[in-house]
């Protein structure tokens, strides 16, 4: 049928201005894209604190420009239910696309072998993100400060690679300039605490200035969690003596099982000397910050000292953003002071500096193995940790970045530091929940004015078997039901034939590597299992 | 086209085609069976078996049986049927009745609720008598090393126990298991402080052998290095932590490694 002229154009330029109309809608507007051309992908993660979502926020928008055709939502769970929403979401298959784990998560172990994917192959090849920068033509895995070593260091399968991180984190000192200027004055010879001997000077200083204030001023703002960093901490550095003698079998680290087993082999106990004196220091710190701080939140230690009731907040880097942000006064971040050899207290058996900065990177992403946008989800993984996405990362959330050559904004710097000491592993306070407890429950005995260390040392010592063997147990227990499923999954990759063949040689060495840790576990419950 | 006969076309070869692509789907069906149970996704797999049928028997009976294993919630009431089938596969001595006599071991030695070590060790023991080359067998060899060093009841004590194992070595062949079989023998003497010499050998041994990645090697190598440096061949020791330290740069362990590299230089160091 031929149309007349002027009607039938008509028409046609009608239905050409309303395609080009849509047309341009739809590629400007994303809002007006259907959903079904978008892929929707979730990222799940605990760091809910001041700087973090807003990192992370700033990269997804970044990716966004980069890939309309991928939406990704970003998913905060508080951290106090992470592990329950962790594996009912993962148990029910609603679990998010990639999501935040971490190895230190109690009784959870066994979740990256059942849940997570590992992602070694596309780690040994340059990560397409870095296009035009140095990293260029860099495996994806070294691009990464510490080469994921604390991601192989946690794998559950030696060999395999699961995870990216976004950060590096590091304990320090948060400091009240403004008054520590007031409480030094104009001392021209002052200068940082750098050893313990200083910083108990200026301690004595602190206290001073209270009196001539007329107000409580405490040197350290006080709280459970914040205690058991610095004291943990502390312990490490005063006792690398003891590091070393449990340093069986010559690896130059300890892990938390190395305590337990030494402790339950009589390697070391509270009651050794040295032990005593190490927690004499302890109680010192514990009477810089004030009465009653083990009933005490980190949000309460971080209120004492934004007003001005504390003059050092001991935390980890995490908060530095927060302090940065929120403080009315200058906040300085500063190393922790460490014990020498010309220490009273503990100089005799001091060997050397302990590492109070690290390479490692944390904020772990894992790849959900039953998410069903893999591939949108792995893109995003190599986005969120290119060099772009590490710098805005950094910029937007305070937090110090995990990828190599990111520009460290000048006041971050102390938080990062140089790893120029000893590590060797700690868990003289703690090496599970059970000694947390013990050691906790009792600190007041420690710390308060009718305490002292004997007291403490006879009340834990009798507790302290039972808790490190229960501790031992649960990490036994832990290990095997990590250990169960590689089972299925090595007869599976030995019928897969040569191609996966490798994968099958490594998954067999490292379940046997961590089967022979888990017999030496349970032959030190045996042997140390209290006679009836 | 040259070398084709005349009057030959392409077509000709269809029903050859055809011949090579029908067990070449049969073999794919089960391969994503055991791709899926790789992936720990025992769900899917089993979902997948269902929809299987052209696969071997035997081959789709010890999927089934894996199935089994890997499924949860894990029962020892299913881990029993799962036992029962194995050992119907284990009748047959070939790859899929090594591989079924392995798991069985394995499911007294880690799967039941209450493990049953000298049953294991019973299956690796048959196992390795009868399919002495067989990986499975290999590898029954090396949990029972770990079983012998140091959860079952005999030998009793510390020097029988390694006697023991030291005796399985020769029998263990396959390089990457035999060196993972030193590895831990080497591991347990440290562990019972016994002989930290032959330690040290057992370590040398498996790092000749090679062949480890990441951690694994990084802890071997350190091992070595300072278990020599504390018997005082520095000249092997510096060689080790030097092959550390270059492979390794991210390590926390690196400033300890410098500080044992100086120390070994004026031999005055205590750390």
Same mark, same amino acid.
């Given at each position: ?106 009784? #959870? ?130 006792? #690398? ?152 990362? #950094? ?138 | ?61 010890? &999927? ?26 284990? &009748? ?10 392995? +798991? ?58 390694? &006697? ?39 370590? +040398? ?67």
């Amino acid at each position: 049928m031929k149309l007349p002229f002027t009607r039938g154009w008509i028409a046609l330029l009608v239905l050409a201005v309303a395609y080009l109309g849509s047309a341009w809608w739809l590629f400007t507007r994303g809002g007006g894209t259907p959903d079904r051309a978008v892929t929707k992908i979730r990222i799940a993660h605990w760091q809910i604190e001041y700087g973090p979502p807003d990192g992370l926020a700033a990269v997804i928008r970044r990716y966004r420009e980069l890939r309309p055709d991928i939406e990704v939502e970003q998913v905060l769970v508080p951290g106090r239910i992470y592990r329950q929403w962790l594996r009912t979401n993962l148990v029910g298959g609603t679990g998010a696309d990639l999501i935040e784990y971490g190895s230190f998560l109690p009784g #959870m172990r066994d979740v990256p072998t059942r849940y997570f994917e590992p992602i070694t192959a596309l780690m040994n090849e340059p990560n397409p993100y870095n296009r035009g920068t140095p990293l260029e033509h860099v495996p994806w895995r070294n691009t990464f400060h510490d080469g994921l070593f604390t991601e192989q260091l946690d794998t559950p399968e030696i060999g395999q690679l699961y995870s990216v991180t976004l950060c590096q984190v590091n304990m320090r000192l948060f400091c009240n300039e403004q008054m520590l200027r007031e409480i030094t004055g104009d001392d021209p010879a002052f200068k940082f605490p750098v050893t313990l001997e200083e910083f108990r000077r200026l301690a004595v200083r602190t206290q001073a200035y209270a009196r001539r204030q007329g107000r409580t001023v405490y040197m350290l703002a006080g709280a459970k969690l914040n205690a058991e960093w610095l004291f943990e901490f502390m312990l490490t550095a005063m006792l #690398m003596n003891v590091n070393v003698e449990l340093d069986r079998d010559g690896q130059l680290m300890n892990y938390l099982r190395d305590y337990q087993i030494g402790y339950l082999r009589n390697r070391w106990s509270y009651r050794r000397p040295d032990v005593q004196a190490a927690l004499g220091v302890i109680r010192e710190l514990a009477a810089m910050m004030r009465p009653g701080f083990v009933q005490l939140e980190r949000d309460d230690a971080v209120r004492e000292f934004m007003t001005g009731q504390a003059l050092f907040v001991a935390t980890g880097t995490w908060d530095a953003t927060s302090l940065i942000r929120l403080a009315p006064f200058p906040v300085g971040i500063h190393r922790f002071p460490q014990p020498d050899a010309a220490d009273p207290a503990v100089g005799s058996f001091h060997i050397g500096r302990a590492a109070d900065s690290t390479r490692g990177t944390s904020m772990a992403f894992y790849l959900n193995n039953a998410g069903p946008h893999k591939e949108a989800a792995i893109d995003f993984m190599r986005f969120m940790s290119s060099q772009e996405a590490g710098q805005l990362f #950094m910029d937007h959330s305070g937090w110090i970045s995990a990828i190599r050559g990111t520009r460290l904004p000048p006041v971050l710097a102390p938080a990062k530091g140089d790893p120029d000491g000893y590590s060797m592993g700690g868990g003289y306070m703690k090496s599970g929940a059970d000694t947390a407890r013990v050691f906790t429950q009792s600190l007041y005995r420690l710390a308060g004015p009718q305490g002292g260390v004997a007291q403490f040392v006879a009340t834990i010592e009798p507790e302290m078997p039972g808790a490190i063997r229960a501790d031992l147990q649960f990490e036994s227990r832990s290990l095997l039901e990590a250990l169960r499923p590689q089972d299925s999954g090595l007869v599976a990759r030995r019928r897969l034939g040569p191609a996966e063949a490798g994968r099958a040689e490594a998954l067999a060495t490292s379940q046997t590597l961590a089967e022979s840790q888990l017999y030496e576990d349970l032959a030190v419950l045996a042997e140390s299992s209290p006679r009836p | 086209m040259q070398g084709v006969p005349r009057g030959f076309s392409l077509t000709h070869f269809f029903p050859l085609l055809l011949l090579l692509v029908l067990p070449a789907r049969a073999n794919d069906s089960l391969a994503g069976t055991w791709q899926l149970l790789a992936g720990n996704l025992p769900g899917e797999a089993a979902a997948a078996l269902t929809t299987t049928t052209s696969a071997d028997p035997r081959e789709r009976a010890l &999927a089934e049986a894996v199935v089994l294993v890997a499924r949860q919630p894990l029962t020892d009431a299913r881990l029993l049927e799962a036992e029962r089938r194995l050992n119907a596969l284990a &009748a047959e001595s070939d790859e899929v009745g090594a591989a079924a006599l392995y +798991l069985a071991g394995r499911l007294h030695q880690l799967h039941f609720s209450t493990p049953d070590y000298a049953v294991a060790a019973g299956y690796f023991r048959r196992l390795a008598e009868r399919q002495p080359a067989s990986p499975w067998a290999q590898l029954g060899l090396v949990k029972l090393a770990l079983l012998t060093l140091h959860v079952l009841p005999e030998p009793a004590g510390p020097a029988a126990r390694i &006697a023991a194992v030291e005796a399985l070595l020769p029998r263990v062949t396959r390089p990457p298991l035999r060196r993972d079989l030193l590895i831990v023998l080497g591991r347990a003497r440290l562990f019972h402080n016994l002989e930290p010499d032959r330690a040290r050998a057992n370590l +040398l041994a498996a790092d000749a052998i090679g062949g480890l990645t990441g951690l694994a090697a990084a802890d071997v190598t350190l091992q070595i290095g300072e278990l020599c440096f504390r018997a005082g061949d520095d000249a092997r020791a510096r060689e080790y932590l030097q092959r550390f330290m270059a492979e390794n740069e991210a390590d926390p362990r690196v400033f300890t490694v410098q500080q044992r590299l100086r120390a070994m230089a004026t031999r005055k160091g205590t750390l």
